[in-house]
């Protein structure tokens, strides 16, 4: 009998809880098609010193319990390098402070792909700032174009080097199914992203919102948004290309808020996608394995903390394992790291 052990295909990284500062829409040049930060995040936009208050105030406030654990600090929503640089570097000096106390591990933001440039990262850099993670969305001119970002691709190619030359570490945020996309554009979205090498990656499927230029477009049917089924053959696919690059993927779907689910006109939702995704890869990871594999398949060992993630959400992978003859009863669980997969010559 012969053993294949495997490994998740995920890369290890240590789990460190964010603290995020919304800032809808702050810095923004101009509206895209699909945007509407307050619905997502369920936080309307706020005056800067009222984000400098809770920096200053809200999170010591937070750690006058000793127990509590560092957390990252996040500039989420808007376009952080984009507001009067005054600004950007107060809330970064006033972060850094809680960084030297241990309060704070790491300072991120996000911003657009054509509102940096090194000098400025550089100088954001001294003042505590560890990642950017851009708002790439896609590699195609005519996407992009039709999706009203208003910069090309080669800005958002020469923004990812920019921020790595500036000593940063780079997050790319990826949003497959514009307005314009074409089949195959993402998977040819996710080969550019390999190649310039980010730290991590998100991924949010399009959805339409209420109140969005895409909800007028989608409205007289001249924008079609993924269906939930394209969604799940997309995007296993994706994530186990990044992870096979040792690519971090932070979030696959866009974090439900409350009230948001109310205020999606359509697009690719489901309670539990980011799971539905993560099961999917995992099943593509073992079947490129059983491929490899010239004997019977007798049973597979699979470690406990995945017993959900193998079957898939509410046992939906059940059918599809069974074409393999992978089914529960040759399949047992263990407290070990690795998968087992067992065979025997017929």
């Known amino acids: 009998m012969n053993c294949l052990r495997l490994k998740h295909p995920e890369p290890s990284r240590p789990k460190t809880r964010i603290w995020p500062i919304f800032m809808p829409f702050m810095g923004c040049p101009s509206r895209c098609v699909y945007c509407s930060q307050e619905r997502q995040t369920g936080t309307a936009a706020k005056g800067l010193n009222k984000i400098y208050q809770a920096i200053t105030e809200e999170i010591p406030a937070f750690f006058s319990n000793s127990n509590r654990k560092p957390l990252e600090l996040a500039f989420f929503g808007g376009t952080f390098t984009a507001l009067p640089m005054e600004w950007q570097i107060k809330f970064l000096t006033a972060a850094k402070k809680l960084k030297e106390k241990g309060f704070i591990t790491k300072i991120r933001c996000s911003t657009r792909p054509d509102c940096i440039d090194f000098d400025s990262l550089k100088k954001l850099s001294e003042c505590g700032l560890d990642m950017v993670e851009l708002g790439i969305q896609c590699f195609s001119a ?15 190619i020469k923004a990812c080097e920019t921020v790595k030359k500036a000593g940063l570490s780079l997050g790319i945020q990826l949003l497959p199914g514009l307005p314009g996309s074409k089949d195959g554009e993402f998977q040819t979205d996710i080969d550019k992203t390999i190649s310039l090498c980010p730290d991590a990656v998100r991924i949010y499927p399009c959805l339409t919102v209420k109140g969005t230029a895409l909800e007028k477009l989608y ?7 993924w269906s939930l089924k394209k969604t799940e053959e997309e995007l296993p696919r994706a994530l186990l290309r990044l992870w096979t690059h040792n690519i971090h993927v932070i979030r696959v779907g866009v974090a439900s808020e409350e009230g948001f689910q109310n205020n999606i006109v359509a697009g690719p939702t489901h309670p539990a996608l980011g799971q539905i995704i993560r099961s999917k890869t995992l099943y593509l990871y073992i079947l490129i394995n059983l491929a490899s594999l010239d004997s019977e398949l007798h049973k597979i060992v699979i470690p406990s903390k995945y017993s959900g993630e193998f079957w898939g959400h509410k046992g939906a992978l059940k059918p599809l394992y069974a074409h393999f003859k992978i089914t529960p009863e040759i399949c047992s669980f263990t407290e070990g790291k690795h998968f087992e997969i067992y065979t025997k010559k017929v």
């Open 219 to 225: 409205n007289a049917g001249k924008y079609e948004p």
């Open 142 to 156: 005519h996407t992009l174009k039709r999706s009203g970002r208003n910069y090309t691709p080669e800005t958002a």
